[in-house]
């Protein structure tokens, strides 16, 4: 009787753990993005794709008109959502290419910018010559980045980003997430 009942126990929770390393606690929900200055940066691309099940990314392209960038700014924010999206935690506006060279004076735009630089051509400091590209991101990193890093509690997420480019305003990110 005890013996059956520890078994039971046992295989719950081994199912528990199996479960919980098999189904990711992070869903992408939507990715917008919005040029607002396409003379001077275009979204080429903005995308959210499901190749299957567990396995989903997200995937941006910049085109930028005027090289070189010698000024990036993003102002970025977390939402969440109640009735409707409110502003959760951060409000900051970020010097980028100042970020570059002192990573670790910003441990929270570390953390974002860590989901992501491997993912990315933004690897070195000002200038940028080149289009900005992020890609395949995927639901995997994110998870990780969240769950074990710097937990949040469960809920629907949106992360807002604002870039100004060469002090000139082109546009919005926005990544909606659920966690569960
Ligand atoms: C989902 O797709 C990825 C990439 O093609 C693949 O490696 C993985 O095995 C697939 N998973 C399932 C459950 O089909
Ligand atoms: C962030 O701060 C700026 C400047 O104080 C303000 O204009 C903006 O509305 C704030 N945004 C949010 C989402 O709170
Ligand atoms: C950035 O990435 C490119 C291409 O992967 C690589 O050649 C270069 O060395 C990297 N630069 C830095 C500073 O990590």
């Not at 009787?1 to 606690?25: A, F, Q």
């Not at 005027?66 to 010097?95: E, Q, S």
Request: proline residues 4%; glycine residues 2%.
């Amino acid at each position: 009787m005890m013996y059956t009942k520890l078994t039971l126990l046992v295989s719950l929770l081994l199912l528990m753990l199996i479960v919980k390393e098999i189904k990711p606690r992070v869903e992408f929900t939507n990715l917008k993005c919005r040029s607002v200055n396409k003379d001077f940066a275009e979204f080429t691309q903005c995308t959210l794709k499901s190749i299957n099940r567990t396995y989903k990314y997200i995937s941006t392209k910049v085109s930028l008109h005027k090289l070189p960038i010698t000024k990036a700014r993003v102002n970025f924010g977390l939402y969440k959502r109640f009735n409707g999206y409110r502003p959760f935690l951060y409000n900051k506006t970020l010097d980028a290419c100042h970020f570059f060279q002192h990573q670790k004076a910003n441990p929270v735009a570390k953390y974002f910018f860590d989901m992501i630089k491997e993912y990315s051509n933004l690897n070195h400091s000002c200038p940028y010559n080149n289009d900005i590209i992020v890609e395949k991101v995927s639901t995997d990193t994110v998870n990780h980045h969240v769950t074990k890093i710097l937990p949040y509690p469960e809920g629907d997420y949106m992360l807002e980003t604002h870039w100004m480019l060469n002090d000139i305003y082109c546009g919005v990110i926005q990544v909606y997430i659920t966690l569960f």
